[in-house]
């Protein structure tokens, strides 16, 4: 139980162009999903948390106008890089938190931008 | 915010030796403390997790220790193998209350060797 689906896993866009990644809970409701940004042999940082129903809430830094979220669902979550440029090219992971404490997270989106 | 310490960054053992990786934090409010095994171009995989309510926990080769009062946390492999190999993650939250993400750690590369 408790799965987290992210499509696609890899994706390579042309510089100027907007991506959408989805992030769903297959066999549970998910109120939060957040989403991490990980660097190559780096840590996941929290770039922002989706509540369903209402705005995101965004780490110190991380550009909203750039990183769309949208949780309009109990089961999905949508991340959007617009106007991606290679500096975004980077491994996006959603995770939703499942009742109690636990979280599961996605199997990540590797952003390529070219 | 919180703060996640991680040490070593790489630790190279023996197979069938024991690994230890340790972190502290920094936030005394944070009360859900959760490990992850992440292997290459994948997302992080729970291994284990402990709350602030409990000093140990073990599962089969696994085992997590908690000292709330030096904020510290450590995760112990026993009798390690080969398919241990990974990159090992150390995160804190308190996820007890609202919506907090984890805020993880900079990760030990474990490296097996055989």
């Known amino acids: 139980g408790a799965v987290v689906s992210q499509h696609p896993s890899r994706v390579i866009c042309k510089s100027g162009t907007s991506v959408k990644i989805e992030c769903r809970s297959l066999d549970f409701q998910a109120t939060t999903m957040f989403w991490y940004r990980q660097f190559p042999k780096k840590s996941l940082m929290l770039m922002a948390t989706?509540?369903?129903?209402?705005?995101?809430?965004?780490e110190q830094g991380v550009e909203k106008d750039k990183f769309l979220i949208n949780h309009a669902s109990l089961t999905l979550s949508t991340l959007t890089v617009t106007s991606a440029h290679p500096e975004d090219s980077s491994f996006y992971i959603c995770?939703?938190?499942?009742?109690?404490?636990?979280?599961?997270f996605g199997s990540g989106t590797r952003l390529t931008v070219v | 915010g919180e703060n996640v310490e991680q040490h070593p960054s790489t630790l190279s053992v023996q197979e069938g030796d024991s690994a230890v990786i340790k972190c502290t934090y920094s936030d005394s409010a944070s009360n859900y403390f959760p490990w992850y095994k992440q292997e290459l171009g994948k997302g992080p995989q729970l291994i284990i997790d402990i709350r602030s309510n409990v000093g140990e926990k073990k599962d089969q080769r696994i085992a997590v220790t908690l000292n709330k009062t030096a904020k510290h946390f450590s995760l112990h492999i026993t009798e390690t193998q080969p398919e241990d190999s990974a990159v090992y993650f150390c995160?804190?939250?308190?996820?007890?209350?609202?919506?907090?993400?984890?805020?993880f750690g900079k990760g030990t590369h474990l490296i097996i060797q055989p």
């Open positions: 989706s509540n369903e129903g209402s705005k995101a809430t965004y």
């Open positions: 995770s939703a938190r499942r009742t109690g404490p636990g979280y599961t």
């Open positions: 995160a804190a939250s308190r996820a007890g209350g609202g919506a907090d993400g984890l805020t």
